[in-house]
């Protein structure tokens, strides 16, 4: 937006204070309003010059609105309109229609003689900016969220180690009680040991305690087979004269 020496514009009511300043009443409820910085001569038609100057004949070769924004209409002298807002004649004075306005009789909308300049963003700046304000409240959200994070204790990572450790030792200890097992029932059973006692060369076993022992007879002699003849038998003799052959 840009102010210079210009025509006026039309405000159904009061100039915008603190911009603006009013160059008086031109057909009620209108005012001819002129950016501040600018003087209003009461010429011809309401012209925003600079000040103690009269620009308005200089205007007249390429008229212009003092403000670049607003829009251009010729009533039999120039006047401006907000941007958008259509410019109407009422019986010879200048009007500008509000929004919504409904035309009466004896007021005809104007022509528009040059429209006023009003910059819109390029998509790819709005993109940009739209872009760049998401990363920056992303960023936000999580360099806010990431002490809350921190903070917080994991308990179910907590929970599940335990229960992990307990299952591992618990599987240990019974691969442990199975290796014993096994190992005991694999190895071999030693045979009773039954002590012999020797006498000499020869062995003798002990024997079952229920088992009777057969002793030989005490009155038998070392050679049985031998047989004493009786003791009134008399031994007989050969005789002695035999012939020989």
Wanted: aromatic share 6%; with cysteine.
């Amino acid at each position: 937006m840009t102010t210079e020496q210009g025509f006026a514009i039309r405000r159904n009511g009061s100039c915008l204070s603190g911009f603006e300043i009013d160059c008086g009443q031109t057909l009620a409820p209108f005012h001819g309003c002129c950016p501040i910085g600018f003087e209003c001569p009461p010429q011809y038609n309401v012209a925003c010059c600079p000040p103690t100057t009269n620009c308005t004949e200089a205007l007249l070769p390429e008229p212009k609105c003092s403000n670049s924004t607003w829009d251009l209409f010729d009533n039999r002298g120039y006047f401006c309109c907000e941007h958008g807002l259509p410019g109407y004649d009422n019986q010879g004075t200048d009007g500008c229609a509000s929004p919504g306005y409904q035309f009466e009789g004896g007021e005809a909308i104007l022509s528009t003689v040059q429209a006023g300049q009003v910059s819109t963003p390029s998509s790819n700046t709005s993109t940009a900016s739209v872009t760049s304000s998401t990363a920056s409240s992303a960023t936000a959200s999580a360099t806010n969220a990431s002490p809350t994070d921190s903070s917080s204790t994991p308990v179910g990572a907590i929970a599940g180690g335990v229960l992990g450790g307990i299952a591992a030792i618990a599987i240990l200890a019974l691969l442990a009680w199975y290796i014993l097992r096994h190992k005991r029932q694999r190895k071999p059973q030693a045979s009773p040991y039954v002590p012999a006692e020797t006498h000499g060369m020869a062995m003798k076993h002990e024997l079952d305690e229920n088992q009777a022992v057969n002793e030989a007879d005490g009155g038998a002699a070392k050679y049985a087979h031998a047989r004493e003849l009786p003791a009134h038998q008399p031994p007989a003799e050969l005789p002695t004269h035999g012939a020989r052959p």
